[in-house]
Nanobody
């Protein structure tokens, strides 16, 4: 059983940056593929970015089209943490951001659909507004 805790959300002006963290406890995080999802009021949860499980620095990553070139996902297995660096934030990025994890072993490409994940954090609010 793995527990996930997100942090790093907040209020930022358009064009600003935030770095979200997803820290895991209860299991070696390098064996888990991780996805970041977000949900705005009145909208369905949508995938933002994904990173494979990996024991080294060669984890594969993927991004939704609407964040490509602005967001970067990475992982630090020594800290049991996955990060989402968000640059060039727009008002439409306002949402609660969730990280999710699924066990995959030494190398497993992260799935893109929420139902494919077994573990979820509580979410962190990101608000982009002037």
């Amino acid at each position: 059983q793995v527990q996930l805790v997100e942090s790093g959300g907040g209020l930022v002006q358009p064009g600003g940056s935030l770095r979200l963290s997803c820290t895991a406890s209860g299991a070696p995080f390098n064996y888990y593929a991780v996805g970041w999802f977000r949900q705005a009021p009145g909208k369905e949860r949508e995938g933002v970015s994904y990173i494979s499980s990996s024991e080294s620095s060669d984890a594969s990553t993927a991004y939704a089209d609407f964040v490509k070139g602005r967001f970067t996902i990475s992982r630090d297995n020594a800290k049991n943490t996955v990060y989402l660096q968000m640059n060039g934030l727009k008002p439409e990025d306002t949402a609660v951001y969730y990280c999710a994890a699924v066990y995959g072993g030494t190398y497993y490409n992260a799935p893109h659909r929420p139902y494919e994940y077994d573990y979820w954090g509580q979410g962190t609010q990101v608000t982009v507004s002037s």
